[in-house]
């Protein structure tokens, strides 16, 4: 009877003590790096009571019983449950949460969760930017947006890269509006990558909200910034290494040069110019001369935080990088420094303000073309020695007048560009009346652009002023150029949700863009005693003033804009996107200056329906649709009034007088460009969220595209300067398809895995050039051969247009019985390419051109894997490019010039070959644009692969770094392609006239060694 009586007594004193309220205290750290998390949300679970960390990480809620559950939230991690049994004091650790990190979206004028997105939209973080360590923000695009290409314009530090979001839809400027925090951003150098905390790229109708300018797609940048309640955080980054160029292109050493040549003197009835081949040798290996290995070294500096009612981050990086031609001579040098600013100023009124500054300073050479450096050192003869007995530079004797020697031609290259560019934006926002939001943002950028170069007296060829390059005169030329743009946008917001069901939100807005240039500079001739830092000006006996006659040196353009957008979803599985925006240009005239431009989209969360409900495999289903019809201005100004642009010759006092007249004929009725897009998609999750699936098919035609049109030469269109009107005369179709997968899980505490694959299929065709003439065309082959790119209906843009081959003639017979090549300048002879009769006229000339490929790829595919095992980490991204072409045009084709190795497999007799022809130095057809020269320039590219390791010992956190990390990475480490050659990611971009490869300045591989630092 004692033992039950003491029995109930302890269990009725045990529950009476748990039954009592008591105070809980604890600690948030992030699981990854051990650091105390600050303003982390710890709420009771089905109570609204709750409090957040301070600094240190550390928290206290009270009356709380045994069972209760707190609920620990933090933005970026996942959510975690802690359920109480006794009142000890607990740490919590969260975990960073990949898909929360891209949860809420920038689509332009606001926000929307990825749940509720109805467009084709693609989120990068600053994660995988870090990952790939880009020196431009275009090259982390490439393989990792499906319906992204990217195009390398040249490999050479700070050169550019073409945009081309979803294919080429016009003829004319086909580059996507950039926003950087919401300021207009042209020149993506300006930027440095690690600044950047997302990019969001909007493809389909979703970037109607920016009417006229969003034709191209639209990508918005945020940069980073700090977190409210966040103690003051250092992070430091940094890498240094060095470049490389991937490949060395076969050409001939000097004793097979001398049996080339040799062949090709006899071929025309000529003496053989080395009789002795012994003596030759292997000569000059000229790629060896001008290849160099190149460093490249970055730091950067950012510091962060924030108080209960701000945010503020500030950064600064400096990027040094030396060419792998030229080296300093190509040098790159870029200064960045960042400030961001959030403030709540009382309650409901925020304001923020965002600063950038950069600095660039680039040297350049001549390169991509006709006399560029490494055009000459595939051509210069390699029986030439780089230097004479005397120690001066080669002559490049005999040679064409734009080969001479590239060593040369580097030490007389003098020149920088220097940009020093502000730009900056201050906002407010108000919230009244629970459910109005008001937000108005300056936004603006300045920017000066110094150029300046030394033109030394020299002479490269033969003695005298032989060669392209040759000055008897020294010069120096400079100029200056001031560009100003300023965005103004008001908008209000209204944002309720009725009956717990019916989520509406509406924006209705303005904006105002405004942008003008001025330029200025000319060229100070006879100048002496002068160097590029320090020019004798004075000493000059002439200045040619460079843009007293363009009509453009002053420019200035504006965009008035008006815009409403309703957003509806109905318990967030009903979704609604409607947008209209009416735009005003000044580069259009008075009768069609404004434009209005809607768009729609609808999306169906299919994993929200009840029947949907028990699937254990679909975690999440979204159907969605968009149309709309969005705008492209990106056109020359003024083209609807004719300008003083050309030459006129006048009689005055019986006397001549030259001057000005009217240009291109004007056409008052040119209006926008105009494409009506179609995207319907699908995202899916599966398997415990593990697998995420887009998929995409869109449609997007570009009407009233503008094209020179032929006019009656009675209006004097011949004129030097003058030419035919613009007018709105074709159309080009891009469909396609975009896919995207991705799995990412950790398989144990030790080990995660990721993999991300993406590919797109793009079709291009022309639908209709109305111009009187049927096409367009550009683009330029050899010497003196232009027009061998065209635009055409029912072919891609920007196509490839020459004579097509029938391999090469065996004999004399042969010949008689084809058709006359004649036609084409000279007489066949055996060995010399054969080529098609296309239009069957029993007659080879011109008539016979075709269709010989084009440089648009029918495929582009991203491969992304990464892992991580204890505290080592590796991601590696490959690219792949198939179905484009890609047009060899590097070869000089002279007698004296050298040439490819492939010329070792040519025609020498009957049966000898059937691809390469004969050499000669007589008169040919061999050179003439053909589809010999055209190449597949399918490819794929290892973009980058990286190894970390992080430090996580206790010593480590003692000194009070949170993150060490040590890395290695390479990019470009290695391109499998048919293309014979340097690099077949060639392109200068143009619509029409792009992927022709002139002496293409390689993209480099580069190796670096890094530091993640943070404290």
Known sequence: MKNIFLLLLAIFLTTTSWAQDFTVNGTVKD???????????????????????????????????????????????????????????????????????????????GTQTKKEITGAVTVIGAETIEQLKPTRIEQALQGQVAGVNITSQSGSPGSASNIRIRGVSTNGNNNPLILVDGNVIEDLSVVNPGDIESINVLKDATAGIYGVRAANGVI???????????????????????????????????????????????????AIPYPNLALLGTGTDWQDEVFQKAP????????????????????????????????????????????????????????????IYTGTLRKTLAEGGLGSVLFNALNISPILSATAVDGSFTRALGHPIEVINPL???????????????????????????????TSNYQWNYSEVDYSAYFPISDFGNVGNNTVFDRTTAAYGVSNEFYRDYTFDAYIDYDKLFNEVHDLKITLGTSVFKTTADEYGGTYEGVTNTTLSDPS??????????????????????????????????????????????????????????????????????????????????????????????????????????????????????????????????????????????????????????????????????????????????????????????ANAGSVRNSGFEFAIGYETPYSENFRFGINYNFTYLENEVLSVENGIGYEQGGSFGIGQSGVSRMEAGL????????????????????????????????????????????????????????????????????????????????????????????????????????????????????????????????????????????????????????????NSEGIKDMGISKLRLYVSASNVFTFSKYKGFDP??????????????????????????????F
């Open 31 to 109: 699981g990854s790096i051990n650091d105390v998390l600050p303003g982390v949300n710890v709420v009771v679970k089905n109570q609204t009571r709750g409090t957040t960390t301070d600094f240190d990480g550390n928290f206290t809620v009270d009356k709380l019983k045994v069972g209760d559950v707190l609920v620990v939230s933090y933005i970026g991690y996942t959510t975690k449950e802690i359920a109480i049994k006794d009142f000890n004091f607990i740490t919590i650790t969260l975990s960073e949460d990949v898909s929360a990190l891209s949860e809420v979206v920038v689509i332009g004028y």
């Open 296 to 355: 490249i070294f970055n730091h950067n500096l950012t510091i962060s935080g924030g108080t209960e009612k701000s945010r503020y981050s500030f950064g600064s990086s400096v990027l040094t990088q030396d060419g792998i031609v030229g080296g300093s001579k190509a040098n790159f040098t870029r200064y960045n420094t960042r400030l961001n600013f959030n403030t709540e100023l009382f309650d409901g009124l925020n304001f923020k303000a965002n600063l």
């Open 796 to 951: 891609p843009i920007g196509y490839f247009y020459g004579l097509k081959t029938d391999g090469i003639f065996q004999n004399q017979a042969e010949i008689d019985a084809h058709p006359t090549q004649i036609g084409l300048g000279s007489a066949a002879a055996p060995g010399d390419i054969r080529f098609a009769d296309v239009n069957g006229d029993g007659i080879i000339n011109f008539d016979d051109s075709t269709d010989l490929g084009n440089p648009i790829p029918d495929f582009t595919m991203g491969l992304n894997l990464s892992f991580d095992y204890k505290n080592f980490d590796f991601q590696t991204y490959i690219f792949a490019s198939l179905g484009n072409d890609i047009v060899r045009n590097y070869d000089r084709n002279n007698p004296i010039t050298n040439q490819s190795a492939y010329a070792l497999n040519r025609w020498t007799g009957e049966g000898s070959t059937n691809e390469y022809p004969r050499v000669t130095n007589g008169a040919t057809s061999n050179i003439l644009f053909s589809d010999f020269y055209v190449e597949d320039g399918s490819f794929v590219r290892a973009q980058n692969m990286q190894l970390g390791y992080a430090l």
């Open 537 to 726: 000006l004075e000493t000059a006996n002439l200045f040619n003033d460079s843009f007293v006659t363009r009509s453009n040196r002053l420019y200035d353009s504006r965009l008035l804009s008006y815009f409403a957008r309703m957003q509806y979803n109905y318990k967030g599985k009903y979704l609604l996107s409607a947008v209209v925006r009416r735009d005003g240009s000044t580069a259009f005239g008075p009768d069609n200056k404004f434009g209005y431009f809607p768009s729609g989209s609808l999306g169906w969360v299919v994993s929200d329906e009840d029947f949907f409900k028990e699937n254990t495999v679909l975690n999440f289903v979204k159907l969605r649709a968009s149309y709309g019809i969005l705008g492209n201005d990106r056109i020359p100004g003024f083209g609807f009034v004719s300008l003083l642009s050309g030459e006129g010759t006048y009689v005055f006092d019986n006397e001549l007088v030259f001057g000005q007249a009217v240009g291109r004929v004007s056409n008052p009725e040119i209006q926008w460009e105009e494409q009506t897009t179609l995207d319907i998609g699908l995202d899916a999750k599966l398997f415990d969220n593990t697998i995420n699936i887009t998929a995409d098919y869109f449609n997007k035609q570009t009407d009233n595209l503008l094209l020179v049109v032929e006019s009656s030469g009675i209006l004097g269109t011949a004129a030097p300067g003058a030419g035919n009107p613009i």
């Open 220 to 270: 918005l940048i945020t940069t980073k910034t700090g977190k409210k309640s966040t103690p003051l955080q250092f992070s430091y980054d940094t890498y240094g290494g060095f470049q490389e160029t991937t490949r060395r292109l076969p050409l001939l050493n000097a004793t097979e040069y001398g049996v080339i040549k040799n062949e090709a003197a006899a071929a025309n009835g000529e």
């Open 985 to 1014: 990611s060639a392109s200068s971009g143009d619509p029409i006239g792009s992927g022709f490869d002139s002496g293409f300045y390689p993209v480099p591989r580069t190796y670096l060694l890094g530091l993640n630092l943070k």
């Open 408 to 438: 040369a031609q580097l030490q007389n290259t003098f020149n920088r560009t220097k940009i020093d560019k502000i730009s900056g934006v201050f906002g407010l926002d108000y919230s009244f009346l629970n459910n109005f939001k008001v």
